[in-house]
């Protein structure tokens, strides 16, 4: 199974400061049709998870621009730039290029 | 506006059955793959199952497969999970989501316990 490996696990940020995400996978994630299927998951306390970045770096409906992500291959960033305090909560990468999919172990966003 | 709504969750005894309903409103549900992913207590992500747009195709963990079925109804707009000797690893919340992650339910528990 593809491992993906995010850090930092925890990452306290002031509100309006730019913070970025890792997501490393042990294989590549570039699929034989050409698309990369690593998207981005934001879970608020005692939400479902919603889904923030797919394809690595486009931008889900009614996402604000402050999150970007970018990357190929096996190395992946998810950066907000100028943290608010909506943005609190845990971040998840989620591969669909090989089977099984399979998630990051996650990165909590917490107020410093 | 899209709804995923699951329902059949609940105590259930290591060893017994329990099935897992998904109702999606607001989209078209037969133009979807659909998956169920689980959520152990304070615990991250995991892919449980995936079925195609017309349940031709399912996928599976390793360690819910010959347990765990995954089936669809598109005249009803229907997810399922029918899980079978469940074990109290398990227990978690269950989420109904599209296989591009866009649309999640609110989620199900079900607890495995004696």
């Known amino acids: 199974d593809v491992v993906l490996t995010q850090t930092p696990p925890t990452l306290s940020a002031t509100i309006g400061q730019s913070v970025s995400i890792s997501c490393r996978s042990s294989?590549?994630?570039?699929?034989?049709?050409?698309?990369?299927?690593l998207n981005w998951l934001l879970q608020r306390p005692g939400q479902p998870p919603q889904l923030l970045i797919y394809l690595v770096s486009r931008l889900e409906s009614g996402v604000p621009n402050r999150f970007s992500g970018s990357g190929s291959g096996t190395d992946f960033t998810l950066k907000i730039s100028g943290v608010e305090a909506e943005d609190l909560g845990v971040y998840y990468c989620?591969?669909?290029?090989?089977?099984?999919?399979?998630f990051g172990g996650g990165t909590k966003l917490e107020l410093k | 506006e899209v709804q995923l709504v699951e329902s059949g969750g609940g105590l259930v005894q290591p060893g017994r059955s329990l099935k897992l309903s998904c109702a999606a409103s607001g989209f078209t549900f037969s133009d979807y793959y659909m998956a169920w992913v689980r959520q152990a207590p304070t615990k991250g992500l995991e892919w449980v199952a995936s079925i195609s747009y017309d349940g031709g195709s399912t996928y599976y963990r390793d360690s819910v497969k010959g347990r765990f079925t995954i089936s669809r109804d598109n005249a009803k707009s229907s997810l399922y999970l029918q899980m079978d000797s469940l074990r109290s690893e398990d227990t978690a919340t269950y989420y109904c989501?599209?296989?591009?992650?866009?649309?999640w339910g609110q989620g199900v528990m079900v607890t495995v316990s004696s």
């Open positions: 989620v591969q669909s290029t090989h089977a099984p999919w399979t």
């Open positions: 989501t599209t296989e591009g992650f866009d649309y």
């Open positions: 294989q590549s994630l570039l699929h034989s049709n050409g698309n990369t299927y």
